[in-house]
């Protein structure tokens, strides 16, 4: 994903930096492919047992989550024709965040900071991204190494990577943060997604991109959502719905089955039973997004978006 303005100039200091915590990183790379393909991250966010498969694997997926963040389109996908809307996923999301947020209208100042909270917020880009426009984020993931790369790159501004061009050549790249973004506004917290820490308070905009389809039990994850979003407050919700029994059981898929012959359960279906009790949808968009492989292989994917309104309890 291309977050824009994503091209920090840097110091000779930075590169130096950069390349050392890099290889502070490495012990960060691959939360993605685990967290992805086996669910481990998502299931309890505990850390994987130190091997060198394992540390491998780890590298991995952290380097291919900062590509997917922070990589600019040029390194991306510099194939004239190509889908370059899908490099604007995070974009396209914060700005759904911001057109929807009731609370960034109010110029007044009388409720003070504006807030939001990113669930499954990896190495940090949407992160950062909402942070232009809110006064105060919290960015959480199950990943210890997701969050520690994002802790990096707050403190730094810059944090090299690795990137498969072909076979096993690979290519070092930097993940920058822009001038424009205020890195005191973030905050970073490792936690179970689906059992949140009972002291976050609620927040004006809650997005979770995503996650549902890597969660062990996606429809207590949106339980909870009621207690953390605001009243007249927003969550967005973005789900390829591309389920799987390695990351979720399927009795907890919340659709992408056959209740009874010839009876198919939707995902967005199932995500509705549990969201109307507390929400309104008030927009929905479909969103693609890219993740590269390598130079010349990529997954392509849409992402269902939708944008939920809380509605005030009831006296």
């Not at 303005?5 to 012990?27: D, E, I, Q």
């Not at 205020?182 to 970073?188: G, L």
């Not at 359960?265 to 590269?292: A, N, T």
Request: glycine share 6%; net charge neutral; with cysteine.
């Amino acid at each position: 994903m291309l977050v824009p303005g994503y091209n920090l100039k840097w110091s000779k200091r930075h590169t130096v930096v950069a390349l050392a915590l890099g290889a502070s990183a490495s012990a960060a790379y691959t939360a993605y492919r685990l967290y992805r393909y086996h669910g481990y991250f998502s299931r309890a966010g505990i850390r994987p047992v130190s091997n060198g498969d394992a540390e491998f694997e780890v590298k991995r997926a952290v380097d291919e989550y900062l590509q997917f963040h922070y990589s600019t389109q040029q390194e991306v996908l510099p194939y004239r024709h190509a889908p370059k809307e899908a490099l604007q996923f995070i974009d396209q999301l914060v700005l759904l965040c911001e057109r929807n947020c009731l609370a960034l209208q109010d110029f007044t100042g009388e409720q003070g900071q504006v807030t939001a909270l990113d669930l499954g917020c990896a190495v940090g880009g949407s992160s950062f991204a909402l942070a232009r426009a809110f006064q105060s984020v919290v960015g959480v993931d199950s990943s210890a190494h997701f969050i520690k790369a994002a802790q990096v790159l707050q403190r730094e501004g810059v944090l090299a990577f690795t990137t498969i061009e072909e076979g096993d050549i690979t290519a070092t790249r930097l993940a920058q943060l822009p001038d424009d973004v205020d890195v005191d506004r973030v905050r970073f917290l490792q936690a179970d997604l689906c059992r949140l820490p009972k002291n976050l308070v609620q927040f004006d905009a809650v997005l979770a991109a995503n996650v549902l389809e890597r969660l062990p039990d996606p429809a207590n994850f949106l339980d909870q959502l009621s207690t953390l979003v605001k009243a007249n407050g927003i969550a967005i919700l973005a789900s390829a719905f591309s389920w799987s029994e390695k990351c979720t059981a399927k009795d907890s898929w919340l659709g992408g089955f056959y209740k009874k012959a010839n009876e198919p359960v939707r995902s967005l279906d199932g995500m509705k039973q549990h969201m109307e009790p507390h929400f309104d949808l008030i927009e929905q968009e479909d969103i693609p997004y890219l993740i590269r492989q390598h130079a010349r292989k990529y997954e392509w994917g849409v992402s269902c978006c939708t944008v939920w309104r809380r509605r005030r309890d009831k006296a």
